[in-house]
Nanobody, 122 residues
Framework: QVQLVESGGGLAQAGGSLRLSCATS????????MGWFRQAPGKEREFVAA????????IYAESVKGRFTISRDNAKNTGYLQMNSLKPEDTAVYYC???????????????WGQGTQVTVSS
């Protein structure tokens, strides 16, 4: 089992920045690939970004590419999502997730956090 807890959400103005954190416990964090997803009101959950266990490779949704940066610190068992140049359409509940298999962390990870709300005002 891997437990994940997100923090860092809140209210930001358009053009502003927020940094989300995902603290993990349980099994060794460095054994898992990590991803971020989001769900806006009335919409399906969508993939945002993912990073491999050793932080060698990252991948982003087109909608956030160039604005968001995913990273991780395995020594601290924590993952991050730095969000810059925020837009009102980035408003959503953001979830971090983990899976031991990279293809699965992109589509349907096994482990999920409870989510943190991000609201961007225009």
């Amino acid at each position: 089992q891997v437990q994940l807890v997100e923090s860092g959400g809140g209210l930001a103005q358009a053009g502003g920045s927020l940094r989300l954190s995902c603290a993990t416990s349980g099994r060794t964090f460095s054994n898992y690939h990590m991803g971020w997803f989001r769900q806006a009101p009335g919409k399906e959950r969508e993939f945002v970004a993912a990073i491999t266990w050793g932080a060698i490779s990252t991948i982003y949704a087109e909608s956030v590419k160039g604005r968001f940066t995913i990273s991780r610190d395995n020594a601290k068992n924590t993952g991050y999502l730095q969000m810059n140049s925020l837009k009102p359409e980035d408003t959503a509940v953001y979830y971090c997730a983990a899976d031991s298999t990279y293809p699965m962390v992109l589509r349907n990870p096994r482990y999920w956090g409870q989510g943190t709300q991000v609201t961007v005002s225009s």
